[in-house]
C-alpha cells in the first residue's frame, strides 16, 4: 500500500540562496577539478577491491529482499527525493548518508560496511533498491563536489532496465561500476520483474584550490540543511516504528 509522503516544509531563505547559487559553484569546481568533468567519468583506484568483493556486497544485499517492505522508499526518508520518485518503489538501506553512519543497517552487513569504510572521501553509501515499475523521472544531483559510483549487484536479463544520463541511455553490469557525474540531467527506469540493486556510492571530487574550499563548504552546509538532518530524523522515525511492530507511515 503506498504510504502518505512526509510534507515538504518552507525552506529557510539561505537554503533558498545556496540552491540558487549552485550553478555558480558547480562552475567553480569544474574549474578546479582533478579528474574529467563530463557526464561518464573513470573508475577510482579504490573500486578494484569492491569490484573484486562484489559477490560478498551482493549477498548482504540481497539478503535483505525477503524482507523489503521494512527498508524505506526513499521518499519518506528525504522528502525532497518525492518530486522525482512519488511512490514507493525506490527503497534505500542505508550505511552512510552524508557522513553519517545508520549503525544498526551496518551491522546487518558487516563485509560491506567493512569495505565501505575503507573508501577515501566517503560521503554517502547505501543498497539503492528499484522495485519493478519504478521511473526515477530526470534529475540533477545537489552539487558538482560529489562523484557517484553504482557497483551492480542484481541487475534484470530481461525487460527496461536503464538510466538516461545526458540523452545517452546506459545499463548497469554485476560486479561492475558504473561512475558518473550526476548533476547532469538523468532519469532511470526498471520495467523488469525482479529488483535491480546496486551499491551507490558518492565521494568527494578531487579538486584543488578555491573550487576544493567552496566545494568542502557547500557540502558542509547540505551536511546541516534540512535536506540531510529531516533524512535522519525521518529514517529514525521509520526503525522506531519497526521496533514497535507498527507500519511506518
Same mark, same amino acid.
Given at each position: 500500500m503506498r504510504t502518505a509522503a512526509p510534507r515538504l516544509p518552507h525552506r529557510a531563505w539561505y537554503y533558498r540562496l545556496g540552491k540558487k547559487a549552485r550553478r555558480t559553484i558547480d562552475r567553480l569546481i569544474a574549474r578546479s577539478s582533478l579528474i574529467d568533468t563530463g557526464p561518464l567519468l573513470a573508475e577510482f583506484p579504490w573500486m578494484g577491491e569492491l569490484s573484486r568483493r562484489w559477490r560478498a556486497i551482493a549477498a548482504e544485499a540481497r539478503a535483505l529482499l525477503p524482507t523489503v517492505d521494512e527498508i524505506p522508499p526513499l521518499r519518506l526518508v528525504s522528502p525532497d527525493h518525492g518530486r522525482i520518485s512519488p511512490d514507493d518503489q525506490w527503497r534505500s538501506f542505508f550505511l552512510y548518508g552524508y557522513g553519517y553512519k545508520v549503525e544498526a543497517n551496518c551491522a546487518r552487513?558487516?563485509? =560491506?560496511?567493512?569495505l565501505v569504510e575503507t573508501i577515501p572521501d566517503l560521503n554517502s553509501a547505501f543498497f539503492s533498491i528499484l522495485l519493478p515499475g519504478t521511473h526515477i523521472v530526470p534529475h540533477r544531483g545537489? =552539487?558538482?563536489g560529489l562523484v557517484t559510483g553504482h557497483l551492480g549487484l542484481k541487475?534484470?536479463?530481461s525487460g527496461r532496465c536503464l538510466m538516461r544520463l545526458d540523452g545517452r541511455?546506459? =545499463?548497469w553490469r554485476e560486479g561492475e561500476w558504473l561512475v558518473f557525474d550526476d548533476t547532469y540531467r538523468h532519469e532511470v527506469w526498471n520495467d523488469a520483474d525482479e529488483p535491480r540493486i546496486v551499491l551507490l556510492v558518492q565521494v568527494r571530487r578531487p579538486l584543488r584550490g578555491l573550487g576544493k574550499v567552496a566545494a568542502q563548504l557547500f557540502l558542509s552546509g547540505i551536511r546541516r540543511s534540512p535536506f540531510v538532518q529531516e533524512g535522519r530524523t525521518n529514517l529514525a522515525?521509520?526503525?522506531k516504528a519497526l521496533r514497535a511492530g507498527d507500519t511506518p507511515d
Open positions: 552487513c558487516p563485509e =560491506t560496511t567493512r545537489p =552539487t558538482k541487475v534484470p536479463q541511455d546506459v =545499463t522515525g521509520w526503525e
